[in-house]
C-alpha cells in the first residue's frame, strides 16, 4: 500500500518562504507525475503544482513564480518550494499523484501565512 508522508509546514510571516518535502513508499512515485495539493478552510483541494517523471513542471496562476515543484526519484521525495507566501497560501498541502489523485490521502502539512 502507498503511504505519502508531506512535512515542512509553519507558521510563517507574509513574505517568508517555506519548503515542503512528501516521503512516497512503493512503486507509484517513479510511475506518476506528482503534484502538491491545497485545501483551505471551508474551500474544496485544489491542485497548485504538478511535475511528471520527467521534471516537466506546470503550476497554477495563482503560485506561479513564486512557488517552484521538484522531485529526486532516487529518494521517492517530492518538493515544494514556496517563496514570497501571502496570507492566500493558507491551507492544508498534501502530495498526490496528478492531474488525478490515486494514492490514499496523508495527513497533509498544515502552512499558516500570517503576521
Known amino acids: 500500500q502507498v503511504q505519502l508522508v508531506e512535512s515542512g509546514g509553519a507558521l510563517v510571516q507574509p513574505g517568508g518562504s517555506l519548503r515542503l518535502s512528501c516521503a512516497a513508499s512503493g512503486r507509484i512515485f517513479s510511475s506518476y507525475t506528482m503534484g502538491w495539493y491545497r485545501q483551505a478552510p471551508g474551500k474544496r483541494r485544489d491542485l497548485v503544482a504538478a511535475i511528471t517523471n520527467g521534471g516537466v513542471t506546470n503550476y497554477a496562476d495563482s503560485v506561479k513564480g513564486r512557488f517552484t515543484i521538484s522531485r529526486d526519484n532516487a529518494k521517492n521525495t517530492l518538493y515544494l518550494q514556496m517563496n514570497s507566501l501571502k496570507p492566500e497560501d493558507t491551507a492544508v498541502y498534501y502530495c498526490?499523484?496528478?492531474?488525478?489523485?490515486?494514492?490514499?490521502w496523508g495527513q497533509g502539512a498544515q502552512v499558516t501565512v500570517s503576521s
Open positions: 498526490n499523484t496528478a492531474p488525478t489523485s490515486v494514492a490514499s
